[in-house]
């Protein structure tokens, strides 16, 4: 067989297996969006109940604040991006007035709650600026899908204050510093103020032009926990980007690093920095793929230690759900961006593993956690941090990005010249 055929019958092969993908990706979309169609809206009182058993049954009547924003964007998202998504009762759905009546607290802050009760009435307060992001980002959705103004005006105000918050004056969180406390920087929030930007830059000229600063200092504060002479992405550093000291300092998370990088490949595209994209793929793609993948039992570790001590969270070997959806969504995307095959095979590893493994073909949606070798530890689909988010916009983003893989016209190969028989002129 010459090269010119085989090279040409590798590359229907591979098209053959992302079509594939795509059709299993796409249905298992409509599987677990039907689960929360059917079991977590609330008919009486509004907004989605998130604490469901494995069946669907409510066993919790609390609803929490940063899910019923995710699940307002998601139902927002679908709408506006997947025709067979386009229907009314998503819409009305997400349009419910819950979110927007009862997340806030009153004023004269801008603080939301945390934790609700099924009607309304305030629980629990963070104080974290992770409510009011995900408010920010289901209002601006609910414009973009409705067109109605006073969503983005919500949703401009929230981020107005969140960056104020960050930025400039962290007393309105209501988090005393103490003396002894390190001044320590998440990783989590310049993450969440740099999606912010995407979300609210990808339909609006005039805030992409205004966050474009903001959106290159939370990229340079992400960077700077790749520590260890680019050998470890760690979670927590100081504020000028040094390590920490203890397990503060050495904690890492492999599922957030993946994250991450996704979240700064988007931003190397709008920016257009080839150089800066290949950094993030070795350090948020490579890196903690290569440390944080059980080389026993496969899958992600959850928490690791950057010395090799046992981490003290008592989950940190085991697998959930949300590292490996952001790991797909990493690993497709670097891959689309790059067309390094070595990314394509990993999508397709932890693919494999996560639809194995997470997936409940009995009841619908995904398992959130289990144990190190694989087996369900929880039974519920969804609770006070799992809900309908981490899957479905997974889904939904790997099925975007392998129709457009498809749609790419396939590469002709160079033909292989016949070399001359010997003697001949």
């Not at 607290?105 to 992001?133: M, N, Y």
């Not at 144990?371 to 997974?394: D, M, N, Q, T, Y």
């Amino acid at each position: 067989m010459s090269k010119g055929l085989r090279a040409r019958q590798d590359m229907e092969k591979e098209r053959e297996t992302l079509q594939a993908w795509k059709e299993r990706v796409g249905q298992e979309l409509d599987r677990v969006v039907a689960f929360w169609m059917e079991h977590s809206h609330d008919q009486e009182h509004g907004g989605f109940f998130t604490c469901l058993g494995r069946e669907g049954r409510v066993y919790d009547d609390l609803k929490y604040v940063w899910l019923q924003g995710r699940q307002v964007w998601m139902y927002c998202r679908l709408y506006r991006t997947f025709q067979r998504f386009h229907h009314s009762q998503l819409l009305n759905a997400a349009k419910g007035e819950f979110l927007l009546r009862y997340a806030r607290l009153a004023p004269p802050g801008k603080k939301c709650a945390f934790v609700l009760t099924r009607d309304g009435r305030p629980v629990k307060v963070q104080r974290t600026i992770f409510s009011e992001c995900f408010y920010t980002m289901a209002m601006n959705e609910l414009w973009r899908a409705t067109g109605e103004v006073r969503y983005q005006t919500e949703a401009v105000e929230m981020m107005d204050q969140i960056v104020h918050w960050v930025r400039e004056d962290a007393s309105g969180l209501g988090r005393p510093q103490l003396q002894g406390a390190p001044t320590a920087e998440p990783m989590a929030v310049p993450m969440m103020l740099l999606n912010l930007v995407e979300q609210l830059g990808e339909a609006d000229e005039e805030l992409a032009g205004k966050y474009t600063e903001l959106g290159d200092w939370c990229a340079q504060r992400i960077l700077q926990h790749v520590q260890r002479d680019g050998q470890a992405v760690l979670e927590n550093v100081s504020e000028d980007g040094k390590e920490l000291s203890g397990c503060l300092g050495r904690q890492q998370n492999p599922g957030h690093a993946l994250e991450a990088g996704w979240f700064l490949l988007r931003h190397c595209i709008r920016k257009g920095d080839p150089e800066l994209r290949a950094h993030v793929i070795d350090k948020f793609l490579l890196l903690p793929f290569r440390s944080g993948w059980d080389p026993d039992h496969g899958g992600l570790f959850y928490f690791q230690d950057a010395d090799d001590f046992c981490p003290t969270q008592l989950e940190w070997a085991m697998k959930l759900w949300w590292p490996h959806s952001e790991a797909m969504i990493a690993f497709l995307m670097g891959y689309s961006e790059s067309g390094d095959p070595v990314l394509l095979r990993l999508f397709y590893q932890v693919a494999e593993y996560t639809f194995r493994q997470f997936r409940d073909p009995e009841y619908g949606e995904w398992f959130g956690y289990l144990s190190r070798e694989g087996k369900v530890a929880l039974s519920i689909k969804g609770g006070p941090f799992k809900g309908c988010f981490h899957v479905p916009r997974c889904l939904a983003m790997c099925e975007e990005m392998l129709g457009a893989l498809l749609s790419r016209p396939a590469p002709t190969p160079t033909p292989v010249p016949t070399p001359a028989r010997r003697g001949a002129e």
